[in-house]
């Protein structure tokens, strides 16, 4: 078992002859029929819903891309809405394979020899739905199934350039605060990713 102090003095070189792929993280919500993304910036005011969505980043290792999805309530209402977030490879002519996992509900993505891990939670026990779709869909109403209740297309698997998407299903009271975590972690064994992920879960578990 791997633990967070071990992995940072972990030499982990990339591999020869290629260039380690680069993963995009793109933060999203959904509230009452709409859905935001938030391109290159990290955080956004959503004015007729009265929510402020803001998102930190934390450096946990080279390996590992740790992100903190916050949406705050400034309403009389108590809020309905799924927490987003979508990853795809920046390369788009590499041989790719993404899937969701059926026993662990975790999205792997498959890029040359490197395999990626994408999972999260939520501080408000919200249900988690995952979903793969080709990368030409990724910014468009094809994600949904029923883009007014909120619900993603299902699909497991896509092979070729695909991003894959969760979504977050979280009720927030008025005047409260919803975080949603969300990681991925690269490398080339998938028991070594899952050992990893035990140890950074722990870690921000004992916080």
């Known amino acids: 078992m791997i633990n967070i102090t071990e992995l940072s003095k972990m030499n982990l070189p990339p591999q020869q002859g290629r260039k380690t792929e680069t993963i995009q993280f793109v933060p999203g919500i959904w509230v009452n029929g709409k859905c935001l993304w938030l391109h290159n910036c990290t955080e956004k005011v959503i004015y007729d819903e009265e929510l402020i969505f803001i998102v930190k980043q934390e450096q946990i290792h080279s390996k590992i891309r740790f992100s903190s999805l916050y949406v705050s309530n400034h309403s009389d209402q108590k809020k309905d809405i799924n927490i987003l977030a979508m990853h795809y490879f920046s390369n788009v002519g590499q041989d790719q394979l993404t899937f969701i996992s059926p026993k662990d509900n975790h999205i792997f993505h498959h890029a040359n020899n ?68 969300t990681w991925t972690i690269a490398g080339s064994n998938k028991n070594d990713l899952l050992s990893m992920e035990n140890a ?8």
């Open 200 to 207: 950074l879960t722990k870690r921000f578990e004992n916080r």
């Open 114 to 181: 490197e395999i990626l891990l994408v999972n999260g939670r939520s501080n408000k026990m919200g249900t988690k739905v995952c979903t793969v779709i080709p990368l030409w869909h990724a910014h468009t109403d094809q994600i949904w199934s029923s883009v007014d209740k909120g619900n993603l297309k299902y699909q497991p698997m896509a092979k070729g350039p695909a991003a894959s998407i969760f979504a977050m299903k979280v009720s927030i009271a008025p005047r409260e605060t919803g975080k949603m975590t």
